[in-house]
């Protein structure tokens, strides 16, 4: 079947570590976005990738970085500098970018700072 | 710039009663508008789109919403209430020309359906 896989579903980590979270997709879109979902925030956008090798920051890209090296991936990682990491975080991927199609999104990772 | 608001960020029914979630939006361009559930701890699933076709649209488990250009809105409905629809739910616009990559999201509401 053809989605987004997200791993790991839960992930702890210790102050001062970075982490990186995978997102794959096997639908074949060209561009993926990594949201940040906080309680009653609604989701926020990390990054977004149009296409491979191509990456924009989103409205809350400070302490995370991404790459775009293959078309069906785009890892994200929580730096250090990542202030408040503890969240969760949903990965998702469209036909083409510009809103005119909808996102399918993975089931997420949470991501707990300890 | 686009942007959508969602009136309500709790919004309690009883099962069997109707469900009305409200989304406004604002866009520079005719907008494309959709809406998404997401269930604890999942992912957004995508319950149902308006692309400027018919502006009532049918989505699944019996959810519809229908575009009103002169009020800018897109509110989302459901006849009757089950147990299974309790979620939260999230409208989301187009976004042309902005940062936001693709889709521009609301704040979400999240249903309560009570017994």
């Known amino acids: 079947d053809g989605g987004i896989t997200q791993s790991p579903k839960y992930l702890f980590r210790k102050e001062g570590q970075n982490v990186t979270l995978s997102c794959e997709q096997n639908l074949n879109h060209d561009a993926m976005y990594w949201y940040r979902q906080d309680p009653g925030q609604g989701l926020r956008l990390i990054y977004y990738s149009q296409i491979v090798n191509d990456f924009q920051k989103g409205d809350i890209a400070e302490g995370y970085s991404v790459s775009r090296e293959k078309k069906e991936s785009f890892p994200l990682t929580v730096t250090s500098a990542q202030k408040n990491p503890t969240a969760f975080y949903l990965c998702?991927?469209?036909?083409?970018?510009?809103?005119?199609?909808?996102?399918?999104f993975g089931q997420g990772t949470r991501l707990t700072v300890v | 710039a686009q942007s959508v608001t969602q009136l309500g960020s709790h919004v309690s029914v009883s099962e069997g009663a109707l469900v009305l979630l409200r989304c406004n939006y604002s866009s520079s361009v005719p907008p494309y508008l959709f809406w998404y559930v997401q269930y604890p701890n999942q992912g957004l699933q995508l319950l149902l789109k308006y692309t400027s076709a018919a502006t009532l649209v049918k989505g699944i488990n019996g959810f519809e919403a229908e575009f009103k250009k002169s009020e800018t809105s897109f509110h989302l409905t459901k006849p009757s209430a089950h147990m299974s629809d309790a979620a939260e739910y999230f409208c989301a616009v187009s976004d042309y020309g902005g940062s936001q990559g693709n889709l521009i999201f609301g704040k979400g509401t999240k249903l309560s359906v009570k017994p």
């Open positions: 998702a991927s469209s036909i083409e970018a510009r809103g005119r199609t909808e996102a399918f």
